[in-house]
């Protein structure tokens, strides 16, 4: 899997002018890859595609949990406790139908990943608790500004698999309490943003990469798109004359 750092130095080459401006920063760059990257993957996502693909999802193997009263995130009188993550996540892509998440689960006595919950938005799952049934199964849920919600009041910590729009804080990734059986060395805490593997499909990259360079030239260079004879998009500097 390629790093940013790659794909920032592929969009560098694929033109002349965005390799030698110096006010083009690689944090640019690397925002741009990461705008078009979302842009597809939602896309993709919203036509059920790369839902099992390993590589694209960011996996919390340990998520710290602590139990809060449900009320701390809807409009319920009766007591009723869940469990909430102690840190707000990373922004968490949406598409047409739901988070961009591949799954939530617990955490079983060996570090690993044991029962995977449901997804379920707060308003369903409040209805569930007004129905007279045994209620067996357990639910997530994002609400209050990007925290994970779990239905279990007991949970002291969960896995998370998804595709974040935002880096993943180590005090996250990496957390202390070691319930996940996270192994990580020093060199992994201080590691670049733009030096970590990064999450783009195979098939997508050469669209990102064209969508990237097109999307800088055009901001910091003024060129225009035009239609060639043969259907494809190429670019052209704007000769108006100022003058």
């Known amino acids: 899997m390629a790093t940013l750092r790659k794909l920032v130095s592929d969009v560098r080459g694929m033109h002349k002018l965005l390799s030698t401006d110096n006010l083009i920063t690689d944090r640019v ?3 741009e890859i990461k ?3 979302q842009l597809l993957v939602k896309r993709e996502t ?22 809060v009263p449900i009320s701390e995130c809807c409009e319920y009188v ?19 139908y739901q988070y961009v998440i591949q799954g939530v689960y617990s955490i079983n006595a060996m570090g690993g990943q044991g029962k995977r919950f ?51 804080p180590n005090e996250i990734m990496f957390p202390e309490c070691g319930c996940g059986n996270v192994d990580y060395s020093t060199d992994e805490l ?11 499909p195979g098939y997508l990259e050469k669209q990102v990469l064209e ?3 097109q999307k800088l030239l055009s901001t910091y260079f003024r060129l225009k798109t035009d239609q060639t004879s043969d259907g494809v998009d190429g670019q052209a500097p704007n000769t108006t004359n100022t003058n």
């Open 78 to 96: 009766d007591p009723c406790n869940v469990a909430r993550s102690r840190y707000k996540l990373p922004r968490i892509t949406e598409g047409n």
């Open 29 to 31: 760059v690397a925002s």
């Open 190 to 200: 201080c590691k670049n943003p733009l030096d970590k593997e990064y999450g783009c």
């Open 211 to 213: 969508l990237t360079s």
């Open 46 to 67: 919203n036509l059920r595609k790369l839902w099992a693909t390993d590589t694209l999802f960011t996996t919390i193997p340990c998520l710290e949990m602590i139990e």
């Open 118 to 168: 449901k997804e379920i938005t707060i308003n369903r799952y409040l209805n569930l608790l007004k129905l007279p049934i045994i209620k067996n199964e357990q639910y997530y849920w994002i609400a209050n500004g990007g925290y994970l919600y779990i239905s279990n009041p007991l949970l002291k910590a969960a896995r998370i698999s998804a595709f974040f729009e935002e880096d993943v």
């Open 35 to 37: 705008n078009n990257t």
